[in-house]
C-alpha cells in the first residue's frame, strides 16, 4: 500500500506524463478522413470545452465538469451516493488496510480501482487515474485539499454524518440534483409507513444504539449517522442517549447507560478485537432490562456505522421494520 506521504514530486511528475498524453491525443493537421485540408474552408471548427458550472462546497466554489466521467471518491459515504446517484467511480477507497467495499455494496463495486485508504489515500493512484472529479468530505481530508484539487476538481462535503447533505451537494456536483430529490423523498415515504405501521408503540420504544469498536465502546447519539435515522424515525432514546453528538464512549460504569427497550449492536473490526465481550461478563450487563427481555439485536456494521449515504440508510430502515415492525 502506499502512503499518500510519498514525494509530491512523483505526483507531479504523474500529472505531467497524463497531460502529455492528453496532448498527443489531438487531431493531427492535414488530410482528414474527408479530404479536408489544412485551412481549407471545410476544415471542422475546433471542439468546444464541455460546459462547466460552479459548486461551492464546505471549503469554497469551484467549477466542476457539467457531466463528469471518471470520478474517485474518498470516504464510504461519497461511494455509497455516487452509487445510489447512478455514478459508478473509476477509483475509491477502502476503510482500512484489511478490509474491502463495504459487503452490502458488493455487487455493486465491481471494477473500482482501489485508491488507498480512508486515512491515507493513494495521491499517485488517484492522479493515474485521470479523474473529472473527486468527492470527499471536510473531517477526512481538508488537511490535503490543496493536494487533491491540484489533480482534479474536488468537491468537499460536510462531515460524513450529514449524509442527506452531502447526498444534496454531490448530487449538484454531479448533475444529478433531481435523482437526489427522488432518493430522499423514498426515505421520507418509507419512514411514514413505518411510523404507521408501529402505532402508539412508536413513543414507547426506546432504541439503544451500541457499536463495538476494536479497542473500546460506543453510544451513537442524535448526530450520528444511524442516530440520525432513529430520530428521522420518531424513536425516542433513553435518557442517558438523548443528546446532540455523535458518541461517547463506554465504560464498565456507564453500563447502565446502554439499556433501553431495543438494543442495535453493530461492530467494526471484529475480528482485530470485541470491546463489548469484558462489558458483557460484567453482572451489570445481565441486569439490564433490555438484556432480560432478550431484545438486543446485532446489525451490520457496514450500513448501520460506515454506510453514511442513501442505500444505506434504506437497509437501516429495512431492519427497524424487520425487528420493530415485522
Not at 31 to 56: D, F, L, Y
Not at 98 to 106: H, T
Request: aromatic share 6%.
Amino acid at each position: 500500500m502506499k502512503s499518500r506521504c510519498a514525494p509530491w514530486s512523483r505526483v507531479l511528475g504523474t500529472l505531467a506524463v497524463v497531460l502529455l498524453l492528453a496532448g498527443c491525443g489531438g487531431g493531427q493537421v492535414g488530410t482528414g478522413a474527408g479530404g479536408n485540408t489544412a485551412g481549407g474552408e471545410n476544415q471542422p471548427a475546433p471542439a468546444e470545452q464541455p460546459a462547466k458550472r460552479k459548486v461551492k462546497h464546505a471549503l469554497e466554489e469551484i467549477e466542476v465538469p457539467a457531466h463528469p466521467q471518471r470520478v474517485v471518491v474518498l470516504d464510504t459515504g461519497e461511494l455509497d451516493i455516487a452509487l445510489a446517484l447512478g455514478v459508478k467511480p473509476v477509483g475509491a477507497v477502502i476503510a482500512d488496510a484489511e478490509s474491502g467495499f463495504p459487503a452490502y455494496l458488493k455487487d455493486q463495486v465491481e471494477g473500482i480501482q482501489r485508491v488507498g485508504t480512508i486515512a491515507q489515500p493513494d495521491l499517485e493512484t488517484i492522479a493515474a487515474l485521470q479523474p473529472d472529479l473527486i468527492l470527499t468530505n471536510v473531517l477526512r481530508h481538508e488537511k490535503i485539499y490543496d493536494q487533491l484539487k491540484q489533480i482534479a476538481p474536488t468537491v468537499v462535503g460536510v462531515r460524513p454524518n450529514r449524509w442527506k447533505e452531502n447526498l444534496k451537494l454531490y448530487a449538484e456536483a454531479l448533475g444529478k440534483a433531481e435523482e437526489a430529490e427522488r432518493l430522499l423523498q423514498e426515505y421520507e415515504a418509507r419512514l411514514a409507513e413505518f411510523r404507521e405501521r408501529m402505532g402508539d408503540r412508536l413513543a414507547s420504544t426506546r432504541v439503544s444504539l451500541v457499536r463495538s469498536m476494536p479497542d473500546h465502546a460506543r453510544i451513537y447519539l442524535h448526530d450520528s449517522f444511524s442516530g440520525s435515522i432513529i430520530r428521522d424515525a420518531g424513536l425516542p432514546r433513553p435518557p442517558a442517549q438523548d443528546k446532540e453528538g455523535i458518541f461517547e464512549r463506554v465504560s464498565e460504569e456507564r453500563i447502565p447507560d446502554l439499556d433501553g427497550d431495543v438494543m442495535f449492536v453493530f461492530y467494526y473490526g471484529r475480528e482485530k478485537g470485541d470491546s463489548l465481550a469484558p462489558l458483557q461478563k460484567n453482572p451489570l450487563w445481565s441486569q439490564l432490562q433490555v438484556v432480560q427481555q432478550g431484545r438486543v439485536y446485532e446489525v451490520d456494521d457496514g450500513h448501520w456505522g460506515l454506510g453514511l449515504g442513501p442505500i444505506a440508510a434504506r437497509l437501516v430502515v429495512d431492519d427497524l421494520f424487520r425487528y420493530l415492525a415485522p
